[in-house]
């Protein structure tokens, strides 16, 4: 009690003596700079780095957006973004769709390519991961919708680019911050950046655990970053990323409707009893190099390397799996004129090669006496690799003051290999190359108001699995995904810039369509079944409003609404055609207010709204829709001239709402048991956060 009455009174004298010093010094810690929005920049591998200069829909989530919950979970920022869908368990199997596409995928995110700087973060299996890097250290995500981006191999989900935390104040700080919550979730984080005349340094280390709600649950991650600049001139600098993970984290699995509606805490039976896991050590690193040929022309070229070595027993089999990739990329940028009309352009390639080795163990767990799983004998072992390499042009051409086109086209070809050694097999295969024209119409009636019209094409290739048959083979029959997107746009600023709003209404075809169809516990086979329309509109609004000296308000609303079906779609004889898409909610709504005062103290609370969800293709078992609610309140100070400190405390799902954080489509009972659709939502959960920075 004494203890308690001490920590009050010392809190209530760092509030007396900082608002004593800002009163002293005319200062505050960050302050009510809110009278307009800033016009959003994005990254400068675009042709043009203005939001409002782009012919496309692009999500874009700032540091302070990637910060606004706990720091420990991504999906919570990435589902602020119209058309954008994250689902997530137990922070180890998550999902991303972008406007319904990579939906119905059973486990993992692919049909969306994903750069973190210029490192590819999707493997040549076609799986994207974007959650092992602490969100801590990236300074800006932003997700391209569509096939509307030549330059990054015009996928029909579209692209994520992360850009790194990097220092460029011309100082040198150093921080360390930890976040405890529910479910025994802790996360320590230390950090120090320095940045000079002739280059930079960041680095990081953080250490994630959780024990988890659910049965056989516990999670533990922790992660170095390293990344700067280096021989900084007037022409040219090197970049230089890397990022090293260790993951642990025990699988629950997904339930039945029956265990969902009466004990969601439990995990799948045969996942308990094996003490099912993953684990994972990853290494991604890169260099590079942007040069200045002249002042019309300059060019940016990258190298990279991915590895990672996996481990996960599951009660069927236990899988081990080693991955190596390497490639680079270059792109030349530069401008010219034609008589008085200016020109812009991105011209470049792309190569990309990834080894894998893939090799199954019996699980004898049943054989554990309760210890969970224990390799047995070798069941089989496969060798796949993929390479492919991408051309890529893009050109901006200003007509005039207010209306431009922008023309991109991206040329694919992918061959790959596979030695089965279990059947003696050793294969090679390669598609057709693939051309992807992109043309977009944009219109600038002021210089803050934007109207734009696009038409692209894309594909999405198959994963490794979809294209073998059931006895291991390639299947040359499998094509890749394809469709043309059909979209129109508008970006505005209003009040001063102290209103934005975008809207964006699309239409795409896909044909082709993959279908993973199950021939056991974790084997899939694909097959080209049909094809799937995908049409919406999404709204975004984004509000500051200052009240006064002392008070201002950031709102924001993000809307979308879909219409996802199969158009065609005949699987094993039964016709889904006109059915809705499994996987994706027609509605999504997303809301947020923050309250911001000069004395550095401020409140948040967001919302979430999400509608039902199709499970399966036949359109004859659903999820709920859901609402979520997220409220923070926090204290940003300055202890000394140097030293900052931030306090938080916050409470997810504050209603206590019951629901299915992830869906597992068109899940096969088994034997007599229902459907194991659902992985179940964290309950109402809560947490604190605390932070010091300081300022060399």
């Known amino acids: 009690m004494i203890l308690r009455k001490y920590c009050f009174s010392f809190f209530l004298y760092l509030i007396f003596q900082t608002i004593s010093a800002q009163k002293k010094e005319g200062k505050t810690i960050d302050s009510l700079?809110?009278?307009?929005?800033?016009?959003?920049?994005?990254?400068?591998?675009?042709?043009?780095?203005?939001?409002?200069?782009?012919?496309?829909?692009?999500?874009?989530?700032?540091?302070?957006?990637?910060?606004?919950?706990?720091?420990?979970?991504?999906?919570?920022?990435?589902?602020?973004?119209?058309?954008?869908?994250?689902?997530?368990?137990?922070?180890?199997?998550?999902?991303?769709?972008i406007r319904g596409i990579g939906a119905r995928t059973p486990y993992g995110t692919n049909k969306i390519r994903a750069f973190y700087g210029s490192i590819p973060l999707t493997s040549g299996n076609s799986e994207t991961v974007i959650d092992d890097i602490d969100l801590e250290n990236l300074n800006q995500i932003e997700i391209i919708k569509g096939p509307l981006s030549s330059i990054y191999g015009a996928g029909l989900g579209g692209a994520i680019l992360i850009s790194p935390q990097l220092s460029k104040n011309?100082?040198?700080?150093?921080?360390?911050?930890?976040?405890?919550?529910?479910?025994?979730?802790?996360?320590?984080?230390?950090?120090?950046?320095?940045?000079?005349?002739?280059?930079?340094?960041?680095?990081?280390?953080?250490?994630?655990?959780?024990?988890?709600?659910?049965?056989?649950?516990?999670?533990?991650?922790?992660?170095?970053?390293?990344?700067?600049?280096?021989?900084?001139?007037?022409?040219?600098?090197?970049?230089?990323?890397?990022?090293?993970?260790?993951?642990?984290?025990?699988?629950?699995?997904?339930?039945?409707?029956?265990?969902f509606n009466t004990n969601p805490k439990a995990a799948a039976p045969t996942w308990a009893a094996?003490?099912?896991?993953?684990?994972?050590?990853?290494?991604?690193?890169?260099?590079?190099?942007?040069?200045?040929?002249?002042?019309?022309?300059?060019?940016?070229?990258?190298?990279?390397?991915?590895?990672?070595?996996?481990?996960?027993?599951?009660?069927?089999?236990?899988l081990r799996q080693y991955t190596f990739a390497t490639g680079a990329r270059t792109q030349f940028l530069g401008d010219f004129l034609i008589g008085k009309i200016k020109n812009q352009f991105i011209a470049g390639a792309e190569y990309f090669t990834d080894t894998y080795n893939g090799n199954t163990f019996q699980n004898l767990y049943q054989q554990n006496n309760g210890l969970g799983s224990l390799q047995g004998n070798q069941l089989t072992e496969t060798d796949q690799k993929r390479h492919f390499y991408n051309i890529f042009s893009q050109l901006r051409t200003l007509l005039s003051e207010h209306?431009?086109?922008?023309?991109?086209?991206?040329?694919?070809?992918?061959?790959?290999?596979?030695?089965?050694?279990?059947?003696?097999?050793?294969?090679?295969?390669?598609?057709?190359?693939?051309?992807?024209?992109?043309?977009?119409?944009?219109?600038?009636?002021?210089?803050?108001?934007?109207?734009?019209?696009?038409?692209?094409?894309?594909?999405?290739?198959?994963?490794?699995?979809?294209?073998?048959?059931?006895q291991g083979t390639i299947n040359p029959d499998i094509?890749?995904?394809?469709?043309?997107?059909?979209?129109?746009?508008?970006?505005?600023?209003f009040f001063n810039k102290t209103l934005y709003t975008e809207i964006s209404l699309y239409r795409m075809e896909i044909k082709d369509l993959l279908v993973a169809k199950r021939v056991g516990d974790d084997q899939y086979v694909g097959v080209n079944a049909g094809k799937t329309i995908h049409e919406g509109i999404e709204i975004t609004l984004n509000h500051n409003w200052p009240i006064n000296r002392f008070l201002a308000l950031n709102s924001y609303l993000a809307g979308s609404i879909g219409n996802y079906k199969f158009n065609e779609f005949i699987d094993s004889g039964?016709?889904?055609?006109?059915?809705?898409?499994?996987?994706?909610?027609?509605?999504?709504?997303?809301?947020?207010?923050?309250?911001?005062?000069d004395l550095g103290i401020y409140l948040s609370a967001d919302y979430q709204f999400t509608g039902e969800i199709q499970m399966n293709d036949a359109n004859t078992a659903y999820s709920d829709a859901y609402n979520i609610i997220n409220l923070k309140t926090g204290y940003k100070f300055e202890i000394l001239r140097d030293?900052?400190?931030?306090?938080?405390?916050?409470?997810?799902?504050?209603?206590?709402?019951?629901?299915?954080?992830?869906?597992?489509?068109?899940?096969?009972?088994?034997?007599?048991?229902?459907?194991?659709?659902?992985?179940?939502?964290?309950?109402?959960?809560?947490?604190?956060?605390?932070?010091l920075n300081y300022l060399f």
Do not use: C
């Open 33 to 97: 700079k809110t009278e307009k929005l800033k016009e959003v920049v994005i990254s400068p591998l675009h042709i043009d780095t203005n939001l409002l200069n782009t012919p496309a829909s692009i999500g874009i989530l700032s540091k302070k957006d990637l910060l606004q919950n706990s720091t420990t979970d991504i999906t919570t920022v990435i589902n602020t973004i119209t058309g954008v869908f994250m689902q997530s368990s137990n922070f180890t199997t998550t999902r991303i769709s």
């Open 170 to 259: 011309g100082n040198q700080s150093a921080g360390i911050s930890s976040v405890f919550g529910s479910y025994g979730l802790l996360k320590n984080s230390v950090n120090f950046s320095l940045d000079k005349k002739q280059g930079s340094l960041n680095i990081s280390y953080h250490n994630l655990k959780a024990d988890g709600w659910r049965e056989n649950s516990a999670y533990k991650r922790e992660g170095i970053t390293l990344a700067g600049e280096l021989s900084r001139k007037e022409n040219s600098k090197l970049t230089y990323f890397s990022n090293y993970t260790y993951l642990n984290a025990f699988i629950p699995s997904s339930i039945s409707k029956e265990v």
């Open 479 to 493: 094509k890749p995904e394809n469709g043309y997107n059909f979209e129109a746009g508008g970006k505005f600023y």
């Open 643 to 691: 030293l900052t400190s931030h306090f938080s405390f916050g409470v997810n799902n504050i209603t206590n709402e019951k629901y299915a954080s992830l869906i597992l489509p068109n899940a096969v009972p088994a034997g007599n048991s229902s459907p194991r659709y659902y992985y179940p939502g964290l309950p109402v959960n809560y947490y604190g956060t605390v932070s």
């Open 574 to 597: 039964n016709d889904f055609s006109g059915n809705k898409l499994t996987g994706v909610p027609p509605q999504k709504i997303n809301a947020g207010i923050t309250l911001n005062t």
């Open 403 to 470: 209306f431009e086109i922008q023309a991109g086209l991206n040329y694919n070809k992918t061959q790959f290999s596979l030695h089965n050694y279990t059947e003696n097999i050793d294969e090679k295969y390669s598609y057709d190359g693939i051309f992807s024209p992109q043309i977009s119409f944009l219109y600038k009636p002021g210089s803050l108001k934007t109207l734009y019209f696009s038409v692209s094409r894309g594909f999405s290739l198959p994963a490794t699995e979809e294209t073998l048959t059931s």
């Open 274 to 318: 094996s003490k099912g896991y993953k684990e994972y050590k990853s290494v991604l690193g890169g260099l590079a190099y942007d040069f200045r040929i002249n002042e019309n022309l300059k060019n940016s070229t990258s190298v990279f390397i991915n590895y990672k070595d996996s481990n996960e027993p599951r009660p069927f089999d236990i």
